[in-house]
């Protein structure tokens, strides 16, 4: 006998056959210690952990266990096996445990509803890039050229943020590399325009500028970017193209700082002598473009359309007007300029030249379908050049034409007459962006009453 195990053998006689066999009964002492998880699990009760620690197990998917544990339930004439969503066992034994307890309480079906988090229903995806811009040029309302302008800015930004560089052929509209360029941008969603990613890309942008004036410049154009994509969603925008697709929430672009919409005019260029190197060197609708731009202050697009019908010649005035082609950019924009002699001169031979022509510029047929950005003129890509030749370094040096006109005004009449003569509803930005103009002299050592003299 082992003293230890506390074993012993005695025979046990068959009732019914009165044969004797023998077999082996073990006695152990009481309280047995139970030492092993298997042995605790073997006498702990199902509301015991322990006892479910021996239950859940991976299941085998395709020949691969997985790496969840799963518990095999039984009830209501159901059984299913339900993942624990944990690879721990001490916790997939918890949860086990707790939902065997519910199984119990309320039935299987009412306790697994209770027990599966419900899945949060997934939100539908906001709309791409391409999206967006087909519907808003279906609603919008704003003028032709400025939804291009929203258009090219939006596209820009979302490039920057999604790191995608655009070199080459990819600035020619018709290459390949162009349309797959924009294929991709389009593809685009429009979650990529949340304010962190664009604020970073802004300041990546900045940071690359080589010096501080480039930076000014880079803080300058990205806030244009930003400023002029986000005219996509504001209010009145937002709400209808909500009603067509689906659009972040909060919008995008919404709220990022973008500083001033103006940048005051400066400039080193000598209008007289520029002039005068004007009808030295040009000819024909370039030279008429140049002097219609710096003499009357018109924008490119005005001069672009400007129709003979609207050059009174006798009355030396250029008019700005709706015409059948064309619509002005405000209400403001509608307005009549004095031309000077020599100007008058120039457009009285042109127009004998071409006694039948409808506009002063010649060009496209405008009845003919063309990007909203796309001028009629063929003489803009060639005063351009010439104008940058000259000391322009702006992106739109035509422009600056119409800005060195509006200081001369300034010059000689005032701030109220160049805000006429440009056309602008607010003085502030004539004064702001417009004219340049120098502060009084202050010369203290001057006689009394001479301080101002120059």
Same mark, same amino acid.
């Given at each position: 006998?082992?003293?230890?195990?506390?074993?012993? *053998?005695?025979?046990?006689?068959?009732?019914? $056959?009165?044969?004797?066999?023998?077999? +082996? $009964?073990? !006695?152990?002492?009481?309280?047995?210690?139970? $030492?092993?998880?298997?042995?605790? =699990?073997?006498?702990? =009760?199902?509301?015991? @952990?322990?006892?479910?620690?021996?239950?859940?197990? %991976?299941?085998?998917?395709?020949?691969?266990?997985?790496?969840?544990?799963?518990?095999? &339930?039984?009830?209501?004439?159901?059984?299913?096996? @339900?993942?624990?969503?944990?690879?721990?066992?001490?916790?997939?034994?918890?949860?086990?445990?707790? &939902?065997?307890?519910?199984?119990?309480?309320?039935?299987?079906? =009412?306790? &697994?509803?209770?027990?599966?988090?419900?899945?949060? %229903?997934?939100?539908?995806?906001?709309?791409?890039?391409?999206?967006?811009?087909?519907?808003?040029?279906?609603?919008?309302?704003?003028?032709?050229? +400025?939804?291009?302008?929203?258009?090219?800015?939006?596209?820009?930004?979302?490039?920057?943020?999604?790191?995608?560089?655009?070199?080459?052929? !990819?600035?020619?509209?018709?290459?390949?590399?162009?349309?797959?360029?924009?294929?991709?941008?389009?593809?685009?969603?429009?979650?990529?325009?949340?304010?962190?990613?664009?604020?970073?890309?802004?300041?990546?942008?900045?940071?690359?500028?080589?010096?501080? !004036?480039?930076?000014?410049?880079?803080?300058?154009?990205?806030?244009?970017?930003?400023?002029?994509?986000?005219?996509?969603?504001?209010?009145?925008?937002?709400?209808?193209?909500? *009603?067509?697709?689906?659009?972040?929430?909060? &919008?995008?672009? @919404?709220?990022?700082?973008?500083?001033?919409?103006?940048?005051? /005019?400066?400039? +080193?260029?000598?209008?007289?002598?520029?002039?005068?190197? =004007?009808?030295?060197?040009?000819?024909?609708?370039?030279?008429?473009? /140049?002097?219609?731009?710096?003499?009357?202050?018109?924008?490119?697009?005005?001069?672009?359309?400007?129709?003979?019908?609207?050059?009174?010649?006798?009355?030396?005035?250029?008019? !700005?007007?709706?015409?059948?082609?064309?619509?002005?950019?405000?209400?403001?924009?509608?307005?009549?300029? %004095?031309?000077?002699? #020599?100007?008058?001169?120039?457009?009285?031979?042109?127009?004998?030249?071409?006694?039948?022509?409808?506009?002063?510029?010649?060009?496209?047929?405008?009845?003919?379908?063309? #990007?909203?950005?796309?001028?009629?003129?063929?003489?803009?890509?060639?005063?351009?050049?010439?104008?940058?030749?000259?000391? /322009?370094?702006?992106?739109?040096?035509?422009?600056?034409?119409?800005?060195?006109?509006?200081?001369?005004?300034?010059?000689?009449?005032?701030?109220?007459?160049?805000?006429?003569?440009?056309?602008?509803?607010?003085?502030?930005? +004539?004064?702001? $962006?417009?004219?340049?103009?120098?502060?009084?002299?202050?010369?203290?050592?001057?006689?009394?009453?001479?301080?101002?003299?120059?």
């Amino acid at each position: 006998m082992n003293a230890n195990s506390y074993e012993a *053998e005695k025979p046990v006689e068959k009732q019914k $056959s009165g044969a004797q066999v023998v077999h +082996t $009964s073990a !006695v152990h002492r009481f309280p047995v210690e139970l $030492s092993t998880p298997e042995a605790r =699990a073997e006498r702990a =009760a199902k509301s015991s @952990v322990d006892y479910w620690k021996k239950i859940v197990a %991976p299941r085998v998917i395709r020949g691969k266990p997985t790496a969840e544990l799963y518990v095999r &339930l039984r009830k209501d004439g159901r059984d299913l096996s @339900v993942c624990l969503n944990t690879a721990n066992k001490a916790t997939a034994a918890t949860k086990a445990r707790d &939902l065997w307890v519910k199984v119990e309480g309320i039935g299987l079906a =009412a306790a &697994l509803a209770e027990f599966r988090p419900k899945s949060a %229903p997934r939100p539908a995806r906001s709309a791409t890039v391409g999206e967006l811009l087909a519907e808003a040029k279906a609603i919008s309302t704003v003028r032709a050229s +400025t939804l291009a302008e929203y258009e090219i800015r939006l596209r820009r930004l979302v490039a920057g943020v999604l790191g995608m560089s655009a070199e080459g052929s !990819v600035f020619y509209h018709k290459s390949a590399e162009a349309k797959a360029w924009r294929a991709k941008v389009d593809g685009a969603s429009l979650d990529v325009l949340a304010a962190a990613k664009v604020e970073s890309w802004r300041k990546a942008y900045i940071a690359a500028a080589p010096d501080e !004036v480039a930076r000014i410049s880079a803080r300058n154009t990205s806030s244009a970017v930003i400023r002029n994509a986000r005219g996509f969603f504001t209010k009145s925008m937002a709400k209808a193209l909500s *009603e067509k697709i689906r659009l972040p929430d909060p &919008l995008p672009l @919404v709220g990022l700082p973008t500083g001033s919409a103006t940048r005051r /005019f400066k400039s +080193t260029i000598d209008p007289r002598q520029l002039y005068a190197a =004007a009808l030295a060197e040009l000819s024909g609708d370039v030279l008429t473009a /140049f002097l219609i731009c710096i003499t009357a202050g018109l924008r490119k697009g005005e001069a672009d359309m400007l129709p003979w019908a609207n050059v009174d010649l006798d009355g030396a005035l250029a008019t !700005v007007a709706p015409t059948k082609w064309f619509l002005p950019k405000t209400e403001e924009s509608q307005r009549s300029t %004095p031309i000077p002699p #020599d100007v008058v001169a120039h457009l009285r031979a042109c127009r004998a030249k071409a006694p039948a022509a409808e506009f002063v510029l010649s060009g496209l047929d405008p009845a003919k379908a063309r #990007d909203a950005k796309k001028y009629r003129c063929p003489c803009w890509k060639l005063l351009a050049p010439w104008l940058r030749a000259k000391g /322009f370094v702006t992106p739109n040096p035509i422009h600056e034409l119409r800005k060195l006109s509006g200081s001369l005004v300034n010059a000689l009449a005032g701030l109220e007459a160049a805000r006429r003569h440009l056309g602008h509803r607010n003085i502030s930005t +004539t004064a702001a $962006s417009y004219v340049t103009g120098s502060a009084a002299l202050v010369n203290l050592a001057a006689p009394v009453g001479t301080e101002g003299a120059k």
